[in-house]
């Protein structure tokens, strides 16, 4: 496994918000057992100002240079946005978590949590890139990333890969669909996105979608 990150500072609203400050602009390549760091790169033609970001103007992300088992971070509207390109693996994993989610078809709260584009089996426009808000929907934590599959602690043996929030244990697949019996209500949000051309995409707008 690899990674890379970066962080900035956001206020504190209580003791389950301190893994808040670990989700701005920050890169995640997962990969084998081994693991190393390095640089992903991240480039936007696109950078609206802070006052804009907050009024919750659109970011444009280059995603030319994500590959396969990473995720890059952006923010919006002051929220941590997951843009994951899935591998085949974590793709075909989907197909076995539907029995054991709250919610596998999306259909709570549809137009807060998930556009129409993306209420289809992989949650997305195109099948291996998931764009969804790293915002646990219980108390507001952001999750961390789980996608080593198989038994470790706080997951199941049979564990298929996605995220797991930290503060109160709730876990979601790699659609970040929530598992049934947990503290989370929903599924992580689907933001509105489209895409401008096959590696850039805009958050924040969904009007070619």
């Given at each position: 496994?690899t990674q890379s990150?970066q962080?900035?500072a956001v206020?504190a609203?209580g003791?389950?918000?301190?893994?808040?400050?670990?989700?701005i602009?920050?890169?995640a390549?997962?990969g084998?057992?081994g693991?190393a760091a390095v640089?992903?790169?991240?480039?936007?033609t696109?950078?609206?100002?802070?006052?804009?970001?907050?009024a919750?103007?659109?970011?444009?992300?280059?995603?030319?240079?994500?590959?396969?088992g990473?995720?890059?971070?952006?923010?919006?509207r002051?929220?941590?946005?997951?843009i994951?390109?899935?591998t085949?693996?974590?793709?075909?994993?989907l197909?076995?978590t539907?029995?054991?989610?709250a919610?596998?078809?999306?259909?709570?709260?549809?137009?807060?949590?998930t556009?129409?584009y993306?209420r289809n089996?992989?949650r997305?426009?195109?099948?291996?890139?998931l764009?969804a808000?790293?915002?646990c929907?219980?108390?507001?934590?952001?999750?961390?990333d789980?996608?080593q599959?198989?038994?470790?602690?706080?997951l199941p043996d049979d564990?298929g890969g996605?995220f797991?929030?930290?503060?109160?244990?709730?876990?979601?697949d790699?659609a970040?669909?929530v598992?049934?019996?947990?503290?989370?209500?929903?599924n992580?949000?689907?933001?509105p996105h489209?895409y401008?051309?096959d590696?850039k995409?805009?958050?924040?707008e969904?009007k070619?979608?």
């Open positions: 496994m990150s962080a900035s206020p609203s003791p389950v918000d301190t893994s808040k400050r670990n989700w602009l920050t890169t390549a997962v084998g057992a693991a640089a992903v790169p991240f480039v936007s696109f950078q609206p100002s802070e006052r804009a970001k907050a919750g103007a659109a970011v444009e992300v280059d995603i030319s240079a994500l590959k396969p990473e995720k890059l971070t952006v923010e919006w002051g929220k941590p946005v997951w994951i390109k899935r085949p693996e974590q793709l075909e994993s197909k076995k539907e029995a054991q989610l919610d596998p078809k999306s259909e709570r709260n549809p137009a807060e949590l556009p129409a993306a089996a992989n997305s426009i195109k099948p291996e890139v764009v808000v790293g915002i929907s219980h108390l507001g934590c952001s999750p961390i789980k996608f599959t198989g038994a470790q602690p706080s564990w996605g797991l929030c930290p503060c109160h244990g709730s876990t979601f790699m970040g669909r598992f049934k019996n947990k503290p989370a209500p929903d992580l949000e689907v933001p489209m401008l051309s590696n995409l805009v958050i924040g969904d070619k979608a």
